[in-house]
T-cell receptor, first 111, second 111 residues
Framework: DAGITQSPRYKITETGRQVTLMCHQTWSHSYMFWYRQDLGHGLRLIYYSAAADITDKGEVPDGYVVSRSKTENFPLTLESATRSQTSVYFC??????????FGSGTRLTVV | EDQVTQSPEALRLQEGESSSLNCSYTVSGLRGLFWYRQDPGKGPEFLFTLYSAGEEKEKERLKATLTKKESFLHITAPKPEDSATYLCAVQPSGSARQLTFGSGTQLTVLP
């Protein structure tokens, strides 16, 4: 099915563990983004990518790592999870024409 | 620094009671202003993109307008199924396609 999919849908992890959130899109969109959504803060940009092998930091990148070896995949890794990274994470993509499509989100809880 | 402020934070309407949501923005140059709808547990769903002051767009009971400093989302004769959080976002000129979001307005339409 065409679209943008995120996995897992829900994740509980312990403080200090590494965890990777996956994002896959089927359109071959050039641009991909990772946002986190917290009460009172709205959606904040973590990292974005303009093409395969091109990534850049957003507003809140500390503690996160991204890669984009293939156009369709944009995984987000928390190197050593902290409680402050408990959030809902959304991946998005756009071909560059200003219309963005978001995934359904990953709800991450760090205990 | 780019900034987006939405008001009110929450709005309760009776079915059929029209109203407006406000999005004020400060940006160095505007490439586009977006409205999204977000239902609980889901990712944001695209509604409109506005590009220049004076532009208007409509979809069913929703109409979005844009001035140089703010945008309004007018809801005419709302129904309970219009209940959702409405998000406003801007894309600055010269940016690499990333969006800056407001915190959203949570709309509840009572039957």
């Amino acid at each position: 099915d065409a679209g943008i999919t995120q996995s897992p849908r829900y994740k509980i992890t312990e403080t200090g563990r590494q965890v990777t959130l996956m994002c896959h899109q089927t359109w071959s969109h050039s641009y991909m983004f990772w946002y986190r959504q917290d009460l009172g803060h709205g959606l904040r940009l973590i990292y974005y990518s303009a093409a395969a092998d091109i990534t850049d930091k957003g507003e809140v990148p500390d503690g996160y790592v991204v890669s984009r070896s293939k156009t369709e995949n944009f995984p987000l890794t928390l190197e050593s999870a902290t409680r402050s990274q408990t959030s809902v994470y959304f991946c998005a993509s756009t071909p560059g024409d200003l219309r963005y499509t978001f995934g359904s989100g990953t709800r991450l809880t760090v205990v | 620094e780019d900034q987006v402020t939405q008001s009110p934070e929450a709005l309760r309407l009776q079915e059929g009671e029209s109203s407006s949501l406000n999005c004020s923005y400060t940006v160095s140059g505007l490439r586009g202003l977006f409205w999204y709808r977000q239902d609980p547990g889901k990712g944001p769903e695209f509604l409109f993109t506005l590009y220049s002051a004076g532009e208007e767009k409509e979809k069913e009971r929703l109409k979005a307008t844009l001035t140089k400093k703010e945008s309004f989302l007018h809801i005419t004769a709302p129904k309970p199924e219009d209940s959702a959080t409405y998000l406003c976002a801007v894309q600055p000129s010269g940016s690499a396609r990333q969006l800056t979001f407001g915190s959203g307005t949570q709309l509840t339409v009572l039957p």
